[in-house]
Structure formats: C-alpha cells, structure tokens
C-alpha cells in the first residue's frame, strides 16, 4: 500500500537553531530518506515553505476566491511530506516514528485512496 | 427424512457450526484482504444458502469446509462487481487460489482452517481503532453478535453503535491494518488493548448481575471464550491467564449475588455452596500458572484480591495486611480512584474505619468520586461504624440516589434503615 506522512512541526522554530544546529536537523531528514530507499519504501518527498507564503484560492458562484494566507491557523503547520510504500499500516507507523518530525512535531498518518476502491 | 426434519437439522448443524467455528472463518478468510464487513456479508449469504441446500441435499460431512467454500464464491462475486482493472485481476486470481487450496483442503481432511481469530483479535485492538469500539468490534467480528443487541450492553442506541463498527471496519480495511501478532517486544502493549477489549465486554455482561437479561449474561459468557482462546493461543502470557482467572473467580460467584427474592447479597453474606468451584479452582490454577513468569500486572493481581476474598470465606481467616498489600500495588499500577475506594476499605479492617475515612476524605477532591455510587457506600459504611449515625444516613442517601440497579438499590436503603437500631 501507499502511504502520506504529513509532517506537522512549528515552522518558526528552525529559524531559531544555531546554524550548526540546523545542519543536524538537515542532516537527519537525509538519512531517513536514505533509509526509506534502502528499504524500496521511497517514492517522493517534499518540503515546503512556510505558511507566510500560502494563498488560497476557492471558487464560489462561478467567482474566483483568491485569499492571502493559509487555509487554517494552526499551532503546527503542514511542513513537509513522504510518500512511501509499505505492507501495512504498521510498517508505514514504524517509518513515521523513525521520521525526524515525530521528535520535534507530529507525523500524520494517511493511506492512499487506490483506484480501483470505489468507496 | 420429511422436509421438516431436515430443515430442522439443517438449522441446528448451522447453528452449531456458527458457535464453533464463526470467528475462525470470519478471521481466515478476512486476513488477506481486511475487509471484514465484505467477508460478514460472504458468510452471512454462505449461511443463508446452507439453510437452503442442506435439507435438500442433507448436511455435508465437513459442513465448515462447504461453508467457506460458498463464502469464497460470494466474496469473488463481491469482488469483481467492485474492482476492474488488470492488478486487481491478478490480486484476485491469487485469492481465489489460495482460498480454493484450503478449501480443498478442508473438505478431505477435519477442519484445517489456520486459526487467525488472536490475529483478528490484535487487529480489532490496534491503537488506530478508537478505544471504546474495540470491545464492540471484537464481538462482532468474532462472535458474529448484532449491532442492536452489542448497544443494548453498552448502552447506546443501535444506529450509534451500527456507525461505529462500520467506521472501524472501515478503517481496518483503508488504512491497512494488519492482522498478525505483534512481535514480542510490542506484544506486552498490544495484547493490553486486546485483553482490555474483552474485559470490557465480561463487565458489561456482568453489569445485570440479576441475570435478567440474556443479552447480557451471554456477554460475559463469550469474553470468557475468548479470555480461554487467548490463553490457548498465548499459554505463557501471565497478564492473559490474569484475565480469564478474574472472570473465573467473578464468575462463579454469580449464582450468589442474588437472593431468591432477586435481593443483592454482599460477598460477605453469600451463601458459599451456591459458588462455582470448579470455576474457583481453574483460577487458583491459571493465578499459580501465571507467578513464576515474573511479569506482574493489573489482571493478576485483581485475580490475586479475588482469591484472598474467596479464601477469607472458606477458612474464616482473613489476611487484610495482604489485601492492603495488593491494593497497594494496584493502586500502583493505575492511580484509579475506584481502586483507592476499595483499598480504604481494606484498611478499614487493619487500622479502622477512622483511618479509612481520612483515606476517603484524601480522595474526595476528585470531581469524579461525587458521581460515584461506590465511594459514597463506602463512605456510609465506615460513618456507620463510628456511630456518625446522620453521616451516614446522609450518605447512603447520595448512594440511593445514584445507583442504576434496583436491586442495589434496595439493598443500600435496607441498610440506611438498619442505623437507626444501631
């Protein structure tokens, strides 16, 4: 199966590491993704910018929506994600609890809708 | 044989085949695909065909081997009507192999259905299953029970209860949920959650202590299959033979707990021939089992109190310092109140009910003890010793007022009216 981990971690906290600091976090992040390949888990990642950088859009009425901001303000924000393959959920769980976000923030847990599942 | 006849064998064959060997099928054939509502609803409809065939064609020989054979059928069928595609063609062609091998297998041969039930049971417990489904899902799942008779017992509404098993099946199914036993270094958690499962069932059940209600007492009749069935499975689990000690003791003790009259009888009053003791000393055996695997926890050591009650009763003699002790280590273990409660008592009967009482005036800041019909029957039991007569009146009134039971009830207000005498 395939499976989202969702990295929710205070974003400003990384602005506060000493820079040397910062590289072992980095450096942490790889290893987990070294080892996520090693196993044949991996399949992309991606980290993404803080939520000053968010817009959102919504369509209502055939009008365009287009809002400064993320979706929703929260004490941790979506940071970044995996999408890794594994048997089950408790192979995909042992994987989120080796990720470096489940240390300093929460690892949400999400299985892929398969295609051929109709509900 | 007449139609009725066969009809009738027919019926009770399946009835049979459906207490033995239900949860067994339930857990085979749902292991692969984890999808137990698809595989309910295979068995239901094998069930429903086996009630039309089998007086026809008389009962099989190997009548679980034809029921999942049909069930197999059913499930292809679900299948193709749900997936399209080439790798879902493959995936099923794998299932229906693999599945028409031990259904060969098991119409030569007895019964050799690998018995995945513990399996099924750990995933029922999985720590994604929401903690209160749990209980009501492994009923279900294993023992085939209805969502409206899983509510009665646990007190919700069949549609609430009906939506929550569905969501955990659901969840079961989507988010890949496992069915296998935990490696041994997870194990001691996990299996927690499942023993934790049936003990809430066993407690359910044996809430309608009058018997009343066979919905009811059916319950704590199956948690103790399924606490044997862990045992079985799991023979040097000290925590599991805990369990099923527990029930054994609570157990045969039920035919006392009520009067002829259906009145509440304590355990210090009961009438000790009316106890169960061959029930009685299967525990002391599984508790003796359980000591010398060195891994104490919160089931041996309620199974441990059980049996110094037990045999405070049937010597005369009563060990409080090693009931205090064990209170001492249960309240350890869980920090509950309700425990606290119990342990006040027992030291009421080593130190005195004045020494009790500063126990339960310690624990009265807990918001939830004002709601709790136990601590303040205890409370009135202790005031009632020191001759604080009105204390006591007072709180055997707040217990009246919150006790479900009538019976109890009853019991605490014939004891309200005893003060006045003393």
């Known amino acids: 199966m395939q499976y989202m981990l969702l990295l929710y971690v205070d974003q400003n906290a990384y602005a506060k590491l000493s820079p040397e600091e910062q590289k072992q976090g980095y450096g942490a992040y790889m290893s987990f993704m070294e080892a996520l390949k090693k196993a044949d888990a991996y399949q992309t990642s991606g980290r993404l910018q803080p939520t000053t950088t968010a817009t959102t859009v919504r369509v209502s009425n055939g009008k365009t929506q287009v809002l400064n901001g993320p979706y929703t303000e929260t004490k941790e924000q979506l940071g970044g994600y995996f999408l890794i393959n594994a048997p089950d959920l408790d192979a995909a769980l042992s994987w989120a609890a080796r990720c470096p976000a489940s240390q300093h923030g929460t690892v949400e847990v999400r299985p892929i809708w398969e295609m051929y599942q109709q509900s | ?422």
């Open chain 2, 1 to 422: 044989m007449s139609s009725v006849e066969g009809d009738e064998q027919a019926r009770s064959t399946a009835d049979a085949v459906a207490r033995r060997s239900y949860g067994r099928l339930v857990a085979f054939l749902a292991a692969r695909t984890r999808d137990v509502a698809s595989v309910e609803d295979a068995l239901a409809e094998a069930f429903a065909s086996a009630l039309q065939d089998w007086p026809r064609n008389g009962c099989p020989a190997n009548p679980e081997g034809w029921l999942l054979t049909a069930a197999r059928r059913k499930l292809i069928d679900f299948a193709r009507r749900r997936r399209t595609g080439e790798a879902a063609g493959g995936e099923l062609q794998l299932i229906a192999e693999e599945l028409e091998a031990a259904a060969a297998a098991s119409t030569t041969h007895e019964l050799q259905i690998p018995d995945q039930r513990l399996a099924l049971m750990f995933a029922c417990a999985h720590p994604a299953i929401e903690a209160g489904v749990r209980a009501p899902l492994i009923l279900q799942v294993l023992l085939g029970l209805d969502a409206a008779m899983i509510a009665s017992a646990f007190l919700t509404s069949p549609t609430a209860m009906g939506q929550r098993l569905v969501r955990a099946k659901d969840k079961i199914r989507k988010a890949g949920i496992p069915f296998r036993i935990p490696e041994p270094e997870e194990l001691p958690g996990r299996l927690g959650a499942v023993l934790d499962a049936i003990y809430a069932a066993f407690s359910e059940g044996w809430t309608d202590s009058g018997g009343t209600d066979v919905a009811r007492r059916d319950l704590a009749e199956e948690a103790l299959f399924l606490g044997q069935l862990v045992t079985q499975m799991l023979p040097d689990e000290p925590e599991a033979l805990g369990l099923l000690a527990l029930m054994l003791y609570v157990e045969a003790r039920r035919p006392a707990r009520r009067n002829a009259r259906g009145e509440y009888v304590p355990m210090a009053e009961q009438d000790m021939s009316l106890w169960n003791m061959d029930m009685i000393e299967a525990a002391e055996g599984l508790l003796l089992r359980a000591s010398p695997l060195n891994s104490i926890g919160r089931y041996q050591i309620e199974a441990a109190l059980q049996s110094a009650h037990v045999a405070r009763r049937r010597s005369g003699h009563a060990n409080w310092g090693a009931v205090v002790q064990l209170y001492d280590a249960l309240l350890a273990l869980s920090g509950s109140p309700v425990v606290a409660i119990n342990r006040a008592l027992a030291v009421a009967e080593v130190d005195g009910a004045p020494a009790a009482l500063a126990i339960l005036e310690g624990l009265a800041a807990d918001e939830r003890l004002t709601q709790y019909q136990p601590y303040w029957a205890a409370r009135a039991e202790l005031l009632a010793r020191t001759n604080a007569c009105d204390g006591a009146r007072h709180a055997y009134e707040v217990a009246i007022g919150l006790e479900r039971d009538p019976a109890v009830r009853h019991f605490l207000l014939q004891r309200q009216a005893a003060l006045a005498r003393i």
